[in-house]
C-alpha cells in the first residue's frame, strides 16, 4: 500500500479534491473487486463504491486518520453491499445472477466451458447466502482476513464470524458437489 | 479458545476429535467422529491466517494424513477453493477505474469544501482567496523541495479580528521529508518557498510560516523493510 495514502487523506479532509482524485483512482480497482464478490454483479458493484467514495469525501472532515485510509474505504464498502444485500432480501435477484449455459459438457468437455459452468454454479449458490454469510466468507476466502478483522467490520462476534463463513462453506460445498 | 454463549462453533483450540466439542446444529460429524469445522478448520491450518501452515497441518495430527473421511471432506474444500480461483473475481488490474473515478469526482465537485476567504493583496482591496485553493499552492511550493511531501497546511489570520479579517495570515504546514542531517536546513528552506509562493504568486501577506516535520522519509532504497517510507517513488 502506498505509503502516502495518509498525507493525500488529510489533504482531502481540508478540501484538496485533487489529493482525493488521487486515492480514488488508486483504491478503485481493489474496492470494485471486492464488491463484485459480495454483489455478484459489477453493475451494482460500481454504484457500491461510487456511493462509498462520494459518503468518504462527506465523512473526510472527521476522519482522523484513526485507521489507514484503505482500510476505513473498504470497512465503507464493505457495509454499503451488506445493505444492499439485506435491501435484496427475502427475494434474491436472481436477475443479477447470470443464466448458467445449457451443460454443454457432453458436447464439448472443454475446459473452459467446464469452469464457465463451475463460476456459473458458484454464482447462483453464492446468491442463496444470507447477506451475512455471504460477506463473512468474501472476507475471508477472497480476502484473507482474520476472523477478528472480520467480525470488527461486520459487527458481529469472532465467533459469529467464524460460523457465518463455516456455513457459508458448507453451502457452497454442498452445491459445487451436487453441481459435479 | 474459551466458548462463550453466543459461541456458534468450536474454536481451533478445541482439540481435534474432543469429546467435549459440542455439536451445532450446522455442524456435521463425520464417520471417523471427527467434527466437519475442525477438521477444515485444520486444513486452513488452526491459525487464523488462511495463508500459513495450510499444507502442514497433517504433520500435526497424523489422523487427518490417513482417515479417508477427512481427506474426502478437505476434497470438497479444495474443489471449492478451485471454483472459487477459476470464477475469480477477475485481478484487480481487469478493472477499469477510470469511468467510476470520473463520477466519482463529478460529485465532489459540486460539494467542494473551499474553507474560509484569506484576503489577497493590500489591506484596502477587496480581494479573496479560499483556504483550499491557497492551501493548494503552498504545499505544491513546499514540494519543489526535492523529497519533501506536504500534508496538513492551514491558513489562519494572524490576528484574529473580525470576520472575515484583512490582514496578514499565519500557515501552519505539516511535511514529511527525507532523512537528512540538516533537517533545520531543509525546513528553512520549505519555509523560504512557501513564503516566496504566498508572496509572488498569491499576493498573500504572510506573517509566519510553522513548518511541522511530521515524519521522516528514509532515502530511496535504504531499507526495503522500512515500513516507515522509501515510498517517494509512489508519488502521484
Known sequence: MPGDDGLLAVRAAEGDEDAFEVLVRRHAPGLLRLAASMLGSPAEAEDAVQDAFVSAWRRLP??????????????????????????????????????????????????????????????????????????????????????????????????????????????LTEAMTAWR | MAMNSDAELPGPGAGPGSGGAEESADD??????????EVWEAREGGSDDPDTDRDRAPDRDPHLRTCPHCAAAVRQLD?????????GGGRESEWDAGALTERVMDVVRLELRPGRPLPLGEREEDLWVREAMAAKALRAAAETVPGVRAGSCRIRPAESGGSPSRGPVRVRLEVVVPLTPRLRDLAEEVRRRVRGAADDALGLPVDHVDVHITDVTEPAGADPDDPAGTEEGNQP
Open chain 1, 62 to 171: 472527521e476522519f482522523r486518520g484513526q485507521s489507514a485510509f484503505g482500510t476505513w474505504m473498504h470497512r465503507i464498502v464493505v457495509n454499503r453491499c451488506l445493505n444492499m444485500l439485506r435491501s435484496r432480501r427475502p427475494v434474491a435477484d436472481l436477475d443479477s445472477v447470470p443464466e448458467p449455459q445449457a451443460p454443454d459438457h457432453a458436447v464439448s468437455p472443454s475446459r473452459a466451458a467446464e469452469s464457465h459452468a463451475a463460476a456459473v454454479a458458484l454464482g447462483r449458490s453464492l446468491a442463496e447466502l444470507s447477506p451475512e454469510q455471504r460477506v463473512c466468507w468474501v472476507l475471508r476466502e477472497l480476502e484473507g482476513q482474520s476472523y477478528e478483522t472480520i467480525a470488527e467490520t461486520v459487527g458481529i462476534s469472532p465467533e459469529a464470524a467464524r460460523g457465518r463463513v463455516f456455513r457459508a462453506r458448507r453451502c
Open chain 2, 28 to 37: 456435521e460429524r463425520l464417520a471417523c467422529g471427527r467434527l466437519l469445522s
Open chain 2, 79 to 87: 474443489l471449492l477453493g478451485v471454483a472459487v480461483r477459476e470464477a
